[in-house]
């Protein structure tokens, strides 16, 4: 599993961006697949994960209604539709896979995680 993100960048709040996350690997379509994120001086925090279907999607409270994760298994990537934004959501993004079985719910049931790409919310 190699993951890299991208997509991220500068935007006003109230409006969009799409991240997307490809593994280079050869294993994508066997592993549930996640994205956190971490502001500046804070934790890093869980925002939405999804199973290896795609039917099964988890989200944050925080983020509910306004991100959506998807997969296209055919291009080995994740994608993270981010809606709404405002300057809360301003961090490093990182996508990350499944290992294991733990809680999709949890930071630590995904390893390794890839190269985070920064977005900002400018109020």
């Known amino acids: 599993v190699q993951l890299q993100a991208s997509g991220g960048g500068l935007v006003q709040a109230g409006g969009s961006l799409r991240l997307s996350c490809v593994d280079s690997?050869?294993?994508?379509?066997?592993?549930?697949m996640a994205w956190s994120r971490q502001a500046p001086g804070k934790e890093r925090e869980f925002v939405a994960s999804?199973?290896?279907?795609?039917?099964?999607?988890y989200y944050a409270d925080s983020v509910k209604g306004r991100f959506t994760i998807s997969r296209d298994n055919a291009k080995n990537t994740v994608y993270l539709q981010m809606n709404a934004l405002n300057a809360e959501d301003t961090a490093v993004y990182y996508c990350?896979?499944?290992?294991?079985?733990?809680?999709?719910?949890?930071?630590?049931?995904?390893?390794?995680w890839g190269q985070g790409t920064l977005v900002t919310v400018s109020s």
């Open positions: 990350g896979a499944k290992n294991g079985h733990g809680s999709y719910l949890r930071l630590d049931s995904f390893n390794p």
């Open positions: 690997g050869r294993t994508f379509s066997d592993n549930g």
């Open positions: 999804i199973g290896r279907s795609g039917r099964d999607r």
